[in-house]
């Protein structure tokens, strides 16, 4: 059974004890990751997207030792006269990860990453469609009366408050607000899945002030960089089919650069580019997707404010990209995609004891910030997040921490290997990439 806790028992030091918190936002519409133009408008607006955010942390000894936030999209399309959709595209975002050095014993924080990263393309997207919040709500002219909106004057929008008051229509509009809808996904072929990570050296991440922590290890650029690599090629050989497409862009860089990267992985078909498609004629903005809180996306967004977003293709975009301020810090950042249908159709139904699930936006961020609002310059942060993370579960949602006990035992040469546990951390800063030589 591909449950989060057998998964994670395999990547965990043998007899050690750890708990995890799998945090998961309610699935919302959202509009198309990349924009669309001409006839393409039209197919887009018969499909839909839907994002699920992903918080995973581990804790060992009562202390939060390593984070990383997943954001996973589904791109439903071809609906069928029941509504009922035959296509689904997916997508794995890796947003943010990081360790801050407070465990007590030595971990791999790769055989984590990967672990978790197996998990969620072991999970049947139709587990997320159950309840899904719409991008727009359809209300009718009663429904309307009730309803504070952006646009709502002040005047009228003081009467509706008073009406509500003490009200059944306070409880309906309430349910109005709240309500969510049903997808369902019948699959007339594989599921195609992409994975995208921007990666980036920096002292924290998730963690604030770990880098004070003598105990945290860090790696340059360019070792990160083949940390991430090691994992994602080790992804593609276990649970992507032979057929998919392996892309590693490092802007700044020619393609011989690239491929001395690439150079003792395993999957044969690892290329210098991208996965975003398009020519580099064609104009960036049809191609790049829109993530959160990415580097690539911020230049987007300033192009259209500078009135540039239509005059700027692909070769332009990278080009203009790597002299960004965010990129002259004189470290190797990159990006790493994959493609492929996966060569294990995912079925699995997460369970309520794996799993936490919020009901908006807030109360995800919420829960989020009792583990990434601390201090972690001294255990105490560690320590403190766990506190409040349990406590809160414990009187919100009557549940717990996920606890695995772990199998893994490490050999060289019939001698358990020192296991460090890097920063592993994203979307930061830089200023210029060197060439290696």
């Known amino acids: 059974m591909a449950s989060l806790k057998n998964i994670l028992k395999e990547c965990l030091p043998k007899d050690e004890q750890f708990q995890i918190l799998n945090l998961q936002n309610v699935p919302m519409e959202t509009k198309p990751l990349v924009t669309t133009v001409g006839k393409d408008t039209v197919s887009n607006q018969k499909s839909k997207t839907v994002k699920i955010p992903h918080f995973f942390a581990l804790a060992h000894n009562e202390k939060f030792v390593f984070g990383i936030e997943i954001h996973v999209y589904l791109v439903l399309s071809d609906a069928d006269s029941t509504g009922s959709y035959g296509r689904v595209e997916r997508l794995l975002f890796v947003s943010k990860a990081d360790t801050n050095g407070y465990c007590d014993i030595k971990f791999s924080a790769k055989q984590v990453t990967k672990g978790l990263i197996h998990y969620l393309l072991s999970i049947d997207p139709n587990s997320y469609l159950h309840r899904v919040i719409p991008l727009e709500r359809k209300l009718n002219r009663a429904d309307r009366k009730t309803m504070l909106t952006q646009s709502t004057p002040l005047k009228d929008s003081l009467e509706i408050l008073s009406r509500r008051v003490g009200t059944a229509t306070e409880e309906r509009t309430l349910a109005i607000q709240r309500k ?31 880098a004070k922590n003598p105990r945290k290890h860090t790696l340059s650029g360019a070792g990160l960089l083949r940390w991430w690599l090691s994992i994602i090629d080790e992804v ?67 192009l259209v404010e500078e009135n540039r977003v ?71 942060g560690a320590e403190e997040s766990y506190r409040n993370i349990v406590q809160y579960l414990s009187l919100k949602y009557n549940t717990g921490l996920l606890r695995i006990t772990g199998v893994m035992i490490w050999r060289t040469n019939g001698t358990k290997p020192m296991v460090t546990t890097p920063t592993v951390t994203m979307l930061q800063p830089r200023k210029k990439a060197k060439t290696m030589k």
Request: hydrophobic content about 35%.
């Open 180 to 210: 969510k809808y049903f997808l369902s996904f019948s699959p007339t072929g594989p599921v195609t899945t992409k994975l995208c990570l921007f990666t980036r050296p920096a002292d924290q991440y998730l963690f604030a002030d770990s």
């Open 236 to 302: 593609l050989c276990e649970d992507f089919g032979a057929d998919s497409e392996a892309r590693l862009r490092i802007p700044g860089e020619d393609n011989m650069t690239v491929r001395r990267f690439l150079r003792g992985t395993r999957f044969e078909k690892w290329q210098p580019g991208d996965i975003f498609g398009g020519q580099g004629k064609s104009l960036a903005v049809f191609s790049i997707p829109l993530f959160s809180d990415d580097p690539k996306s911020r230049f987007l967004h300033e």
């Open 310 to 380: 239509l005059k700027t293709n692909l070769n332009n975009f990278w080009m203009e990209l790597q002299e960004r301020q965010e990129f002259k810090l004189s470290e190797t950042v990159s990006v790493i995609g994959i493609s492929g249908n996966t060569s294990a159709v995912p079925f699995v139904q997460p369970s309520s004891m794996e799993v936490v699930r919020t009901d908006s936006k807030k109360y995800y961020k919420y829960v989020k910030n009792y583990i990434t609002g601390e201090e972690y310059n001294i255990s105490e």
